[in-house]
């Protein structure tokens, strides 16, 4: 059964980058049939999706995010992570990990399963 | 971007009543559009992709039908586990969420 398991700082100050990490058990993340994804969750608001990694590297990202955003994956340790540079308090969020079945033509699809979440606090 | 509208905003519904949900496209996504149900604390669960495919492990009383611009989540008779926010998602184009529909004891 796979799991996603998000970790990193949980208080990131105004300007700085933010940066979390995705860990993947009981699939390879270099499987090949999956896009490994990034969502966000502001408290008490909807979702959010930030983008994508697929194991080669190829990346796509929201486009409202994609100047501060940067997907990496690490496939020898089964893990992507997130980069979001030049954050705001708008950026408090619970962000999500998830897979995604990749679609026919590499087409987006659903997203299952996600990690529990990890909340990032924006503030000085 | 695709925007995505659920109506309504919350629900209220006894157990063992039927919850209908719906969920509107600002433009067509054909039947690329899943469910998920979340409650508090956690994760968003998929409950529905392909406008109308069970995933696995869901019960049979969640159903989806749609396809285009208008989509309903119907859950035929509702058990004290269903009360939680359930929320639309399209992947015709980039992923977009819709806001969600919160489903509360009446």
């Known amino acids: 059964q796979v799991q996603l398991q998000e970790s990193g700082p949980g208080l990131v100050k105004p300007s700085e980058t933010l940066s979390l990490t995705c860990t993947v058990s009981g699939d390879s993340i270099t499987s090949g049939s999956y896009y490994w994804s990034w969502i966000r969750q502001p408290p008490g608001k909807g979702l959010e999706w930030i983008g994508y990694i697929y194991y080669s590297g190829n990346t796509n990202y929201n486009p409202s995010l994609k100047s501060r955003v940067t997907i990496s994956v690490d496939t020898s340790n089964n893990q992507f992570s997130l980069k979001l540079s030049s954050v705001t308090a708008a950026d408090t969020a619970v962000y999500y990990c998830?897979?995604?079945?990749?679609?026919?033509?590499?087409?987006?699809?659903?997203?299952?399963?996600w990690g529990q979440g990890t909340l990032v606090t924006v503030s000085s | 971007e695709i925007v995505m509208t659920q109506s309504p905003a919350t629900l209220s519904v006894s157990p063992g009543e039927r919850a209908t949900l719906s969920c509107r496209a600002s433009?067509?996504?054909?039947?690329?559009l899943a469910w998920y149900q979340q409650k508090p604390g956690q994760a968003p669960r998929l409950l529905i992709y392909g406008a109308s495919t069970r995933a696995t492990g869901i019960p049979a009383r969640f159903s989806g039908s749609g396809s285009g611009t208008e989509f309903t989540l119907t859950i035929s008779s509702l058990q004290s586990e269903d009360f939680a926010v359930y929320y639309c998602q399209q992947y015709n184009h980039w992923p977009t969420f819709g806001q969600g529909t919160k489903v509360e004891i009446k």
């Open positions: 998830a897979r995604e079945l990749i679609g026919s033509g590499w087409s987006y699809n659903w997203f299952d399963p």
């Open positions: 433009q067509s996504v054909s039947s690329n």
